[in-house]
């Protein structure tokens, strides 16, 4: 029996087109597991175990790619092995792995060497980004790393206004959002 497995590590994203993936690969709509907003690298995930659960010796388990499977070189080295026991493969759809081949096994671990890696680099690019924000004085919200804007910015603005330009005009110009500069107006006709 095929079974597939698809995942996405938040909620803002879509299974889509894995799933498309692996209905294209012959597996039924009714047969994938999948998990939605549950990061690569945890060991249990609510849809992988439950994938586990019925699989029989003979099976094949599909992913889109292997990095769906885990972002853990343990955790995947470890499940292949298990899988591999069991007698059951994993099929990756795009990278045309299979595990019931020494050289699909062989794939499988530099695959999930390079996930394990990729989640190592993202990690630290946040970690180098929060780390900016904080130098720069920038809030959660805001671009991190873009020092905040002056008052002397939206001044250019409202004196470009004055001065017959539109709200955009002026804003583009003294490179501030259009809506900082219509909040300062608005403040001014508070003010008056």
Known sequence: MRYGYARVSTTDQDLGSQTVKLTEAGVLHENIFSDIGVSGSKKSRPGLDNLLSVLMPGDEVVVFR???????????????????????????????????QALGRMM?????????????????????GVEKAKRFGTKSGRAIGRPRRTGQAVSLALKLIEDGHSHRSAAQIARVSKSSVVRALQREQAAA
Do not use: C, P
Not at 73 to 95: C, F, P, R
Not at 113 to 118: D, I, N, T, V
């Open 66 to 100: 292997m990095d769906r499977l885990g972002r853990s070189l343990k955790n995947m080295i470890e499940l292949a092995d298990n899988l591999h026991q069991q007698g059951v493969t994993i099929v990756s759809v795009g990278e045309g792995i299979r595990t019931d």
């Open 108 to 128: 499988l671990q530099l695959f999930a060497l390079m996930a394990e890696w990729e989640r190592t680099y993202i990690i630290e690019r946040i970690n180098a």
